[in-house]
């Protein structure tokens, strides 16, 4: 008996959790980060401001939890997953380039309003400095795996080579290419898989 009627207000609260974080990044996505309030959220969810305070109890934490929200909206892991289901670093790294191309436009808006805000408000520099390390962290891997298999270019450091990559996966890339230039996504995926063999791969 317990457990029945626990199931609903879990299922409740999950729910409003959920409706908190869609308004907050339509929030962000629509109007920027200045408009990200509590209230705002609150008002945007339809749930009072109480209700969004017993969910989150900063901003802060608002912001970190929308980070995981988009990014489980957008199939993050499973993305993430294909890159390291590879059978060996080249696939790896193509993988790679795949993620990049079809994951990042989806969560473009979010990543530029929250780099256009982070000089001056520390929610924002916090999610973007957690957001950049976990990036990181993936190029890193993928590197270490090209160099244990001994087919990183001779002349890098798996660290230089981690900056190159890291900086070729960039949000701004992207923008240009897709955003400005329309490439189609397939077209952006094989051309970074071919600039990221002919930059770190020994041929």
Avoid: C
Avoid at 18 to 41: I, N, P, Q, S, Y
Avoid at 115 to 133: L, M, N, T, V
Wanted: no cysteine.
């Amino acid at each position: 008996m317990v457990k029945s009627i626990a199931e609903p207000s879990n299922m409740r609260s999950r729910r409003t959790r959920a409706a908190l974080l869609k308004a907050a990044r339509e929030l962000l996505e629509e109007k920027g980060f200045d408009a990200l309030t509590m209230a705002a959220v609150g008002d945007r969810a339809a749930v009072t401001r109480r209700a969004v305070y017993l969910h989150f109890d900063t901003r802060t934490e608002l912001v970190m939890a929308l980070y995981d929200y988009v990014g489980e909206q957008e199939g993050l892991a499973e993305s993430l997953a294909r890159v390291w289901a590879a059978p060996d670093s080249l696939a790896a790294l193509d993988q790679w380039a795949r993620h990049i191309a079809y994951y990042t436009p989806k969560v473009l808006r979010v990543d530029r309003e929250v780099a256009r805000i982070e000089g001056a408000d520390p929610d924002a520099a916090r999610h973007r400095k957690f957001a950049i390390s976990n990036q990181r962290a993936n190029v890193r891997r993928l590197v270490r795996w090209l160099a244990d298999e001994g087919r990183l270019a001779e002349g890098w450091s798996v660290d230089q080579a981690v900056d190159m990559v890291w900086a070729l996966a960039s949000p701004e890339i992207v923008e240009r290419l897709h955003g400005i230039r329309r490439w189609p996504l397939k077209k952006m995926h094989e051309r970074l898989a071919a600039t990221l063999r002919v930059i770190t791969v020994d041929s």
